[in-house]
C-alpha cells in the first residue's frame, strides 16, 4: 500500500464507518462512526454525525443535545489553547497552576452563558498520529477488561525483535484482544501473511478492527485452531468435505439438511390440511428450513476453506517468525508452534510473569533448536522537559511483562553437543548435565 | 537475501551472520573460493556456505561446528562495523512505533551514522516506502551507499552527503517522519518541518545531553509541533540460571506437632543421592549493572497545516 505523493485531501476527511481517534487532553479513544449512533467519551454524550466530511484533526465542540459543532481557529490567541500547546511538555506533576487556570477558565466560559455547552478540546486524529494514540486508547480498554497488561515499550520490541515486514509469514498466537494482531498487520502492510493461531471456537479480533486497515489486508489474515495442531503434524488433518455431524456430504441435499429434510418430508404422508393459510405457512416454514440449511452448508464450506488455506500456509513449516502473546501457559505454546517455523528466523515470547518464560528457556536449551536465547524487561521513563524545571516524572518499570526472544536453528540430534554451547556459565552448566541425565 | 526479504538458500554474493556461541557472531560476504577463518577452523565459502539452507550447523575445518544465520537488521545492529555510535535495538524498537512507521512511509534520517537504524527503518517501510538519509562526513556517506548496495536495499534509499542544518533533507513535503540523531537537532528543525507533508507527521530527535533536549523542545514548540514528548528506554536482560540452595538440619523429626519439618514439603526438584540436604531452583537474576544511558528520545507531531 503505497503513500501517494500527491497529498490529497480527500483522503484525510473523515466518513461513516472510519474508525477514529477522539482525543482530550491525554485521553484517547477509538471508536467507529456511524450514523446517528450515540458515543461516550470522558463521561459526556453525543453524534459523531457532524464530524463525517471534515478533515481528521479538527476541534469540535459539543452542544446541548450532543451534536457537534466545529471549533474556532486554534491560532485564535485564546488562552485555552496556547496552555494545550504546552499541556503535553507539562505531564503531571507540574507546579498546579496551570492546571487550575485551565479549570477557571471553564468555569469562567461557563458563567458567561453557554448554558449547556462545556468547551471541549476535541481532536479527531487520522493515521499520522494514529497508532499511538490506538496504543493509549487500546492500553486502556485492555487494563480495563483485566487482559494482558502489554505497555506499547514492550509491543515496540516484540515487533521489532520478531522482524516483522512486509512479505514474510508470521504466525500470531495472542490474547490482547486483537491489538498485537493489528500491529502485525499494520507492518506487514497488507504483503505476506500472517496466522492467527486461536485456543477456542473462533479467533478474537477486536481491537483489530480499529486499526481501519483496508479491506485488502484482510485477504492475508488466516486463522488455525491450535485444537486441530496434532492432527496437522501427524498428517492426519481432515479437510474433505463434511458436514457438521461429520458425514460425509453426498450430491443430495436432503442429507445435509438432516432433520429438517425429514421433518418437510413427513406433512406428504400424513392427512393434507384443508385449511389453505395453514398451507401457506406449512410451505413457508419449509422454505425457511431449507433456507437456513443452505446457509449452514455454504458457511460450512468457507470455513472449511479457511481451514485448508491455513493449513496449506502451516504444513511446509516455513514460517519466518513467531510471536505469542497470552495468558496461556507460554512454554508448551512455544514448544508446540516453533515446530511451524523455518531455521534462523526470530521468534518472540511476551508473558506478564517471569518464571513460565524461565521454563520456556529452560526448555529450548534441553532440547536444543534455538539460539541467542533472551530475556528482557524494557523500563521507561518520561521525562517534563521546561526550562529550568527540566526532571523525570514517570518511571514505569516491570508491569510492562517479559518477553523471551531468540532466533531458530536447523534442528540438533545430538543433545551433548548442544549444551556445549550453552551460554549459561561454566559452573552451573555442569550442575545442569548432572541433573539431565540422572 | 536481502535484509527487507527472506529467502532459503545462501548464494554467492549473500552477507551472512556466521553464529559461533553467545555474544561471538560476525558478518561475512559470501565468494565462490573464498574461506573465512572461525575459532573453530576454516569454513569455505564454496562446499560449506552456497547451496546450503540458512540456518544451518556447519562443520569447520577443525571438526568445531557454527550456525550461518540470514541477516536481520538486529543481527546487523551487534555485527556491524562500528564508523560512530550505533543506535541499538531496544531505542530503534521505540523509534519505529512512535513514529509510526510501516510499509510505504517515506522517512528522512540525519545522520546516517554507521547505518544501524537506517537498515531497521529500511526493513519496515519495504517494499513501497523510501528513505532519504543525509550524512554530514563524505567517507561515511560514501561507506552507508557501498552496504546499502551490498545488502540489496540501495532501491528504497537516497544518500546526500550535505548538512541537514544548511541544506535539509533535499526533498519538501514528502516525509511522513523525520529522525534527528545530530549535534545540534534544534538548528534543523526548519528543514525537519518543511520535509514532512503537508497533512502532518512525526519528528524524533535522539540526543545523549539533556540540555540539548531542552533546547530541542523548545524549538519544537516554537515551529508549531504538538505531543511533544520526551522518554528514555532501558532494557533489563535476565540471566537465567539454575541454583542449589543448601537446606537447614533441624535435627531427626520428633513426635510433637512442633518439630520443624524439614524441607520435604517444598515443590521443588531435590539433588539426587545427596538426601534432602539441597534443592535446585530455575530463577533469573538482573545483571550486576543495568544497561547504560544511550540518550532522550524527544517525540513529537506536526500537525496538518
Redesign the interface.
Known amino acids: 500500500m503505497a503513500e501517494s505523493v500527491n497529498d490529497s485531501d480527500a483522503e484525510s476527511r473523515i466518513s461513516f464507518g472510519d474508525y477514529v481517534v477522539l482525543k482530550r487532553g491525554d485521553v484517547f479513544k477509538s471508536v467507529q462512526v456511524e450514523n446517528k449512533k450515540k458515543v461516550i467519551f470522558e463521561k459526556q454524550w453525543f453524534f459523531l454525525d457532524n464530524a463525517v466530511g471534515q478533515l481528521f484533526g479538527t476541534r469540535f465542540e459539543i452542544e446541548a443535545g450532543g451534536s457537534l459543532k466545529l471549533k474556532a481557529a486554534k491560532h485564535s490567541g485564546d488562552s485555552l489553547d496556547s496552555k494545550e500547546a504546552g499541556q503535553d511538555n507539562r505531564h503531571i506533576l507540574d507546579d498546579g497552576k496551570s492546571q487550575k487556570l485551565t479549570r477557571d477558565d471553564i468555569e469562567t466560559l461557563k458563567e458567561q452563558g453557554l448554558k449547556g455547552q462545556e468547551i471541549v478540546q476535541q481532536l479527531i486524529d487520522n493515521s499520522t498520529t494514529f497508532k499511538d494514540k490506538t496504543e493509549f486508547a487500546q492500553e486502556k480498554y485492555i487494563k480495563k477488561k483485566k487482559k494482558n497488561h502489554l505497555r506499547y515499550d514492550t509491543l515496540a520490541q516484540i515487533l521489532t525483535l520478531g522482524n516483522i515486514h512486509a512479505g514474510s509469514k508470521i504466525l500470531v498466537f495472542e490474547t490482547c484482544a486483537g491489538l498485537v494482531l493489528g500491529s502485525v498487520m499494520e507492518r506487514m502492510g497488507g504483503f505476506g501473511s500472517v496466522i492467527q493461531m486461536y485456543p477456542g471456537g473462533g479467533p478474537t479480533r477486536a481491537g483489530m478492527e480499529s486499526f481501519g486497515f483496508p479491506s485488502h489486508f484482510h485477504e492475508t489474515l488466516h486463522e488455525f485452531p491450535l485444537c486441530k495442531v496434532n492432527a496437522l503434524l501427524a498428517g492426519t488433518l481432515d479437510l474433505s468435505e463434511k458436514d457438521a455431524d461429520g458425514n460425509r456430504r453426498s450430491e443430495s441435499s436432503q442429507e445435509t439438511s438432516g432433520v429438517s429434510e425429514e421433518r418437510s418430508s413427513e406433512p406428504q404422508s400424513m392427512e393434507v390440511s384443508v385449511d389453505p393459510q395453514e398451507e401457506m405457512r406449512r410451505v413457508e416454514r419449509e422454505r425457511l428450513r431449507e433456507q437456513k440449511a443452505q446457509e449452514k452448508k455454504v458457511k460450512m464450506e468457507e470455513k472449511r476453506k479457511k481451514l485448508a488455506s491455513a493449513a496449506a500456509l502451516l504444513e511446509g513449516r516455513n514460517a519466518d517468525g513467531l510471536v505469542i502473546a497470552s495468558r496461556f501457559h507460554p512454554c508448551p505454546v512455544l514448544m508446540g508452534l516453533l515446530k511451524f517455523i523455518a531455521p534462523s528466523r526470530p521468534f518472540v515470547v511476551y508473558c506478564q510473569y517471569r518464571e513460565p518464560l524461565i521454563e520456556c528457556y529452560t526448555k529450548l536449551r534441553e532440547q536444543g533448536g534455538a539460539i541467542s536465547l533472551r530475556l528482557t524487561d524494557s523500563w521507561l521513563r518520561h521525562y517534563q522537559v521546561l526550562p529550568n524545571r527540566t526532571h523525570p516524572v514517570l518511571l514505569m518499570s516491570g508491569g510492562g511483562g517479559y518477553l523471551l526472544s531468540g532466533t531458530t536453528v536447523a534442528a540438533d540430534a545430538a543433545k551433548t553437543r548442544n549444551q556445549q554451547k550453552s551460554e549459561e556459565p561454566v559452573a552451573k552448566r555442569l550442575k545442569l548435565d548432572e541433573i539431565s541425565s540422572a | 537475501m536481502s535484509f527487507?526479504?527472506?529467502s532459503?538458500i545462501i548464494q554467492e554474493g549473500d552477507v551472512v551472520i556466521i553464529?559461533q556461541?553467545?555474544e561471538s557472531m560476525m558478518p561475512i560476504k559470501v565468494q565462490s573460493g573464498a574461506q573465512t577463518q572461525t575459532r573453530y577452523g576454516a569454513i569455505r565459502h564454496s562446499s560449506d556456505l552456497i547451496g546450503q539452507?540458512?540456518?544451518?550447523?556447519v562443520t569447520c575445518s577443525k571438526g568445531g561446528?557454527v550456525?550461518?544465520?540470514?541477516p536481520?537488521?538486529?543481527l546487523w545492529t551487534v555485527n556491524l562495523p562500528h564508523r560512530t555510535q550505533i543506535l541499538y535495538?531496544?531505542d530503534?524498537?521505540?523509534i519505529?512505533?512512535?513514529l509510526?512507521l510501516?510499509?510505504?512511509?517515506?522517512v528522512c534520517e540525519s545522520g546516517t551514522g554507521s547505518g544501524s537504524l537506517s537498515h531497521?527503518i529500511l526493513?519496515?517501510i519495504?517494499?513501497?516506502?523510501h528513505l532519504h538519509t543525509v550524512e554530514f562526513h563524505a567517507q561515511r556517506a560514501e561507506k552507508a551507499m557501498q552496504e546499502f548496495k551490498e545488502h540489496k536495499v540501495s532501491h528504497l534509499v537516497t544518500v546526500r552527503n550535505q548538512d541537514v542544518c544548511k541544506d535539509g533533507f533535499g526533498i519538501t513535503?514528502?516525509a511522513?517522519a523525520v529522525f534527528l540523531d545530530i549535534p545540534s537537532p534544534w538548528e534543523a528543525i526548519t528543514h525537519a518541518k518543511s520535509a514532512i507533508?503537508?497533512?502532518?507527521?512525526?519528528i524524533c530527535s535522539f540526543s545523549p545531553c539533556?540540555e540539548q533536549?531542552?533546547r530541542t523542545?523548545?524549538a519544537l514548540?516554537d515551529h508549531g509541533f504538538?505531543?511533544?514528548?520526551?522518554?528514555?528506554?532501558?532494557?533489563?536482560?535476565?540471566d537465567?540460571?539454575?541454583?542449589?540452595l543448601p537446606l537447614p538440619d533441624f535435627g531427626p523429626e520428633e513426635d510433637s506437632t512442633d518439630s520443624c519439618q524439614l524441607a520435604s514439603d517444598l515443590s521443588q526438584?531435590e539433588?539426587?543421592n545427596t538426601g534432602n540436604s539441597s534443592v535446585?531452583c530455575?530463577?533469573?537474576t538482573p545483571p550486576r549493572e543495568m544497561a547504560g544511558h544511550t540518550g532522550?528520545l524527544?517525540f513529537a507531531?506536526k500537525?496538518?497545516d
Open positions: 527487507v526479504e527472506y532459503e553464529f556461541g553467545h539452507r540458512f540456518g544451518s550447523k561446528w550456525y550461518v544465520l540470514h536481520t537488521p538486529e535495538t531496544t530503534i524498537a521505540n519505529t512505533l512512535m509510526e510501516k510499509p510505504g512511509s517515506v531497521s526493513r519496515t519495504a517494499p513501497t516506502g513535503g514528502i511522513d507533508k503537508r497533512k502532518g507527521g512525526r539533556i533536549v531542552q523542545c523548545e514548540l504538538e505531543e511533544i514528548c520526551t522518554l528514555e528506554v532501558l532494557l533489563r536482560v535476565h537465567v540460571r539454575t541454583v542449589t526438584d539433588v539426587p535446585i530455575r530463577t533469573a532522550y524527544t507531531t500537525p496538518r
